[in-house]
């Protein structure tokens, strides 16, 4: 334990209180007056205010040991000690606290509410990286997919209907690769950053806002989730847009905050209605007493339960990137990479940094992968001193992408690694046997784009313009 002496700041660590004889060295203050009125504890923790929408604090399992302040200092830079600091609500803090004190903030009692009162249609949207996260909540091994027992256990709680986000992040896709060639062609800003991660955008928008015009403007695959289900799923069923809520199952804290954001509302209705990580999902189940590990495996309903392997990778550093280049190969060169060479080891591995340059249709396209704020950083700064020049820069907050999000299931501090490289390998493998791998080959996408009455560009961008809801300083 430190104390604080009021009159002069100076720290006195609790060894010095032993001494009978000890004086504040600044101040001169003795130990019995300084006992008497001065005793502070300093506080160490990070500041988590209760309008947090990602982070809660149980105040009484809080030892004050001051790791989840070294951690959002030394992976993002960040001093979060009062209510003026921006928290970017990656969930860090999270995923390193000893004693438990730090959880998601839990939204899922209002939608088991929801569901439990049958007036309105609940959809469920799940993340890639959920699948390969959920199995590890029932002490199955690091990674193992359940993608079937996972659609089962929704169906068992009682959503209307279950769709995959894989789906979401195919249509991102299409909507980034048009984008970026516009910009090839157009003599745009560069780089384009990809705009999935929400704790990016925000931090994008406090600290660099002049780069905001560098990030994409599709919608982050939840968001496209949200828009497509009230604006065009919810024709096919004849249900009004306003008696649908959307459910995104996430690895993710920050999604939560993503979900609150003004900018993803269209015809006056959020997109994003509740975002519950795979934790949450788990305690869902555990308390209706489903027995998870007996479940049958279930597919997801169709129209928009069918993402290709590109739309899965999304859960890893580096598959934003990959499932991208698929598909600017087809759109430049008229034809897709030969069996063999589509999986794109040059994008792939843990690196926090990776580049490569790709040639299609006489286009010459450099892109950069980095994960991890701090990296960001160096990255940023090397972009605007024009040292170096990329056309696509994918971002990603978390270790490994979003297999690595503060969402899933809390693991000790020393299994991480090992859990992420499996949860990535086995992200990898489901790619790998889908029949379709690309995006621009997924039907069910097709048929969106030719069948959606309206303008869908409209609602399937936005323009990030939250610098109003975030501080400066
Ligand atoms: S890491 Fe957890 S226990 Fe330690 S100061 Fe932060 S909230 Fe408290
Ligand atoms: S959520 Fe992230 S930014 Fe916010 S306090 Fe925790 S580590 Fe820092
Ligand atoms: S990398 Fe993924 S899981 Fe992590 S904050 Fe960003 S979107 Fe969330």
């Known amino acids: 334990m430190e104390f604080k002496c009021d009159l002069c700041g100076y720290i006195i660590l609790e060894e010095d209180m032993c001494d009978d004889f000890f004086r504040c060295p600044v101040c001169g203050v003795d130990k019995y007056h300084f006992v008497l009125h001065k005793k502070v504890v300093v506080d160490k923790k990070v500041f988590i205010s209760d309008d947090n929408l990602s982070i809660n604090r149980v105040q009484a399992k809080c030892i004050n040991c ?88 929704l169906r ?96 993710c804290t920050s999604k939560k905050y993503e979900a609150s954001r003004d900018d993803l509302i269209t015809n006056g209705l959020r997109d994003l209605d509740y975002m519950l990580t795979t934790t949450e999902l788990s305690i869902m189940i555990k308390e209706s007493n489903i027995d998870f590990l007996n479940l049958k495996d279930s597919k997801f309903d169709s129209i928009m339960g069918n993402g290709s392997g590109a739309g899965y990778i999304f859960g890893n550093s580096g598959g934003v990137t990959e499932a991208l280049i698929r598909t600017l190969k087809f759109m430049l060169d008229k034809e897709d990479f030969e069996e063999n060479d589509i999986s794109l080891n040059c994008l792939r591995g843990g690196a926090e940094f990776r580049d490569a340059t790709f040639n299609f249709g006489g286009l010459e396209i450099k892109v950069a992968i980095v994960y991890g704020v701090e990296n960001v950083e160096a990255l940023l700064k090397k972009i605007q001193n024009k040292e170096v020049f990329y056309h696509f820069v994918e971002v990603m907050t978390c270790e490994n992408g979003c297999i690595g999000g503060s969402g899933q299931a809390l693991l000790s501090i020393n299994k991480l690694h090992e859990a992420r490289d499996l949860r990535k390998n086995n992200l990898y493998k489901l790619d790998k046997i889908k029949n379709v791998r690309c995006a621009h080959h997924n039907k069910e996408v097709e048929k969106i784009y030719n069948e959606f009455k309206g303008n869908l560009l409209e609602i399937l961008h936005t323009d990030y313009n939250v610098k109003e809801e975030i501080k400066v300083k």
Request: glycine share 8%; proline share 5%; hydrophobic share 40%.
């Open 66 to 153: 001051g790791v989840c302040s070294r951690v959002c200092k030394n992976s993002n830079g960040l001093v979060i000690s009062n209510e003026c600091d921006n928290c970017i609500n990656c969930g860090k803090c999270i995923m390193n606290c000893p004693t438990g004190a730090l959880t998601p903030k839990y939204n899922y009692r209002e939608v088991f509410d929801i569901i439990h009162d049958r007036k309105k249609i609940v959809v469920a949207f799940t993340a890639p990286a959920v699948r390969v996260g959920l199995s590890e909540c029932f002490g199955l091994p690091f990674g193992t997919n359940v993608e079937g027992k996972m659609v089962d256990s």
């Open 156 to 251: 068992c709680l009682g959503f209307d209907y279950v769709f995959d986000t894989s789906f979401g992040a195919d249509v991102t896709i299409m909507e980034e690769a048009n984008e970026l060639i516009e910009r090839i062609k157009n003599n745009g800003v560069f780089p384009m950053f990809s705009s999935c991660c929400p704790s990016w955008v925000k931090y994008l928008n406090f600290k660099y806002p002049e780069m905001i015009q560098n990030l994409s403007t599709a919608k982050s695959p939840n968001a496209i989730m949200g828009v497509l289900i009230k604006n065009y799923f919810s024709n096919i069923i004849k249900v009004k847009p306003q008696d649908i809520v959307t459910v995104g199952i996430v690895p």
